[in-house]
């Protein structure tokens, strides 16, 4: 009589499960209003090719006055940003437990539409 085959499925169950949340706006008066948008890898398994795309209300006079973006992983800014409506990043590999915190700053409230996603390969 043969043994039964086990598989191990610990490899199968980790992934990674990357989460955003938009931080509350900080309103400096008569000057300036920052707000941010954190994202993170909850996960137990790194994130590759991951995009992280804020989107502001194109309609609206105000643009981005300033970003700053304050990353545990390294990233390329591919478009957007500074006196733009949006702000598109990259970045190739979010390990579990990473973050990267969007900081921008404009004369007015806004409240950015965020996308997140990832692909492995």
């Not at 085959?5 to 300036?32: E, G, M, N, W």
């Not at 909850?42 to 090719?49: I, T």
Request: without cysteine; aromatic residues 8%; positive net charge.
């Amino acid at each position: 009589m043969k043994p039964p085959l086990v598989f191990s499925t610990a490899r199968a169950r980790r992934k990674p499960q990357l989460a955003h949340f938009i931080l509350p706006a900080y309103d400096v008066p008569d000057l300036i209003v920052i707000g941010g948008v954190v994202v993170e890898n909850r996960g137990d398994a790194a994130a590759h090719n991951v995009k992280i795309v804020l989107q502001f209300d194109d309609t609206r006079a105000e643009k981005i006055r300033h970003l700053q973006v304050i990353s545990d992983a390294e990233y390329i800014l591919l478009s957007g940003g500074d006196e733009k409506s949006f702000a598109t990043l990259r970045i190739r590999a979010l390990n579990a437990g990473q973050r990267v915190v969007m900081y921008f700053s404009a004369p007015d409230r806004l409240v950015p539409r965020v996308f997140v996603t990832h692909y492995e390969g």
